[in-house]
């Protein structure tokens, strides 16, 4: 006889060596009355933990409070910085093109298109920016998390409308906002970035009035003035998504004085009045 196991004894009989680590595919599920077990899942939440002994006193377990932000106002996420890098480029992009009317005017003359955009991506990009960092510090401050994101089809359409048709019109993103807050402090959130915007231009309506500065500089100056006008004015709009919407919401008398201060601004901005009142 042969010393070596025979290769079918696994038909009658289990190697326990062989089938190490594996369950059994004939007693696994069965129980000592002969019945199957049925698979099931449970799921357990740690925050849930001693629910009997609440129920017992005839209370019940608080819910579980979100966590509040604790620390630095001005800390960046990676995510973020990537957010809002691509967001800036992508504004920029849609500047140049808007200082060359457009896409041909970008093929028939490079190098206006390259000066004009850094021209405007420097006048301009500080108030997109700087309006967005605003809510984002002001929301920290509120204990809230708060992070800028993009949107990329609101990024993408900007620069075709600037690209076809000479003009900026874009969604570039938001500053996302978690956490509780009050009404009153949601609409300080809101408000953040426009009073920015105003800020911004008054500094930008001082440099204007040392009035000795160079042609370029000049230019300058008057793009900075437009672009935080404009981006104000737009963004007080109580529509959809605008700060102007939560604002509203928040104080109406407060909404309005803000509302027709900063719309009183962009129209002698855009006008050129801001000039003939400044004397320059």
């Not at 002969?34 to 209370?59: D, E, I, L």
């Not at 896409?103 to 405007?120: D, E, W």
């Not at 911004?200 to 009035?211: A, R, S, T």
């Not at 500065?213 to 109580?238: E, K, Q, T, V, Y």
Request: glycine content about 10%.
């Amino acid at each position: 006889m042969s010393e070596k196991r025979d290769p079918r004894a696994h038909w009658l009989d289990e190697d326990p060596f062989d089938k190490l680590g594996n369950s059994s595919k004939t007693h696994t599920r069965t129980r000592d009355d002969g019945n199957w077990r049925k698979p099931h899942v449970r799921v357990v939440y740690s925050n849930q933990g001693a629910q009997p002994f609440f129920r017992s006193f005839g209370t019940s377990q608080q819910p579980h409070q979100p966590t509040i932000h604790t620390g630095s106002i001005w800390y960046f996420s990676k995510i973020e910085i990537e957010h809002l890098t691509q967001a800036t480029i992508a504004f920029s992009l849609a500047l140049a093109f808007m200082s060359v009317q457009g896409i041909y005017g970008a093929i028939q003359n490079p190098l206006s298109f390259l000066i004009g955009g850094a021209l405007y991506a420097a006048a301009i990009g500080p108030a997109f920016l700087l309006h967005e960092i605003a809510h984002k510090i002001v929301a920290r401050k509120y204990g809230c998390w708060a992070e800028f994101r993009a949107s990329p089809s609101g990024l993408k359409w900007g620069v075709i409308i600037a690209a076809a048709f000479g003009f900026v019109f874009m969604a570039p993103g938001a500053v996302m906002v978690a956490g509780q807050t009050t009404k009153a402090q949601f609409g300080k959130i809101a408000i953040a970035g426009p009073l920015v915007n105003v800020a911004l231009w008054v500094f930008g309506v001082g440099m204007v009035l040392l009035n000795d500065w160079s042609p370029f500089i000049d230019r300058f100056l008057g793009i900075w003035l437009m672009g935080n006008a404009i981006l104000a004015a737009f963004n007080m709009l109580p529509f959809g998504p605008l700060d102007g919407k939560k604002i509203k919401a928040w104080s109406d008398p407060i909404f309005w004085v803000s509302f027709v201060t900063i719309l009183s601004i962009a129209y002698h901005t855009l006008t050129g009045n801001i000039y003939d009142i400044l004397g320059v």
